[in-house]
């Protein structure tokens, strides 16, 4: 199941990029980047996916930690999940 980034005529990114904090938990990996983060935003992710990438399964957020952290003003990632 894909995160619909676009709800009806409302694109959720363009929404989510206006908040001053931001709670991530929609079930897909890496939905929310650079473009959907207000600057100096509160982002919390608390969602939690294993992906198999190269043979190996890793845990990630559905913030994509590597792009947020420039724009993010604080950042908690769930424990135990890596940026890639």
């Given at each position: 199941m894909d995160f619909p980034r676009q709800l009806g005529q409302v694109?959720?990114?363009t929404v989510t990029a206006t908040?001053?904090?931001l709670v991530v938990a929609v079930g897909e990996p890496h939905v929310v980047g650079r473009e959907g983060?207000?600057?100096d935003a509160v982002v919390l992710d608390v969602g939690?996916?294993?992906v198999r990438i190269n043979s190996k399964?890793?845990?990630?957020?559905?913030?994509d930690l590597?792009?947020?952290k420039d724009i993010a003003g604080?950042?908690?990632p769930v424990t135990g999940v890596s940026a890639r």
């Open positions: 694109n959720t990114l908040a001053d904090g983060i207000k600057p939690f996916n294993p399964t890793k845990s990630l957020g559905e913030v590597g792009n947020a604080a950042l908690s």
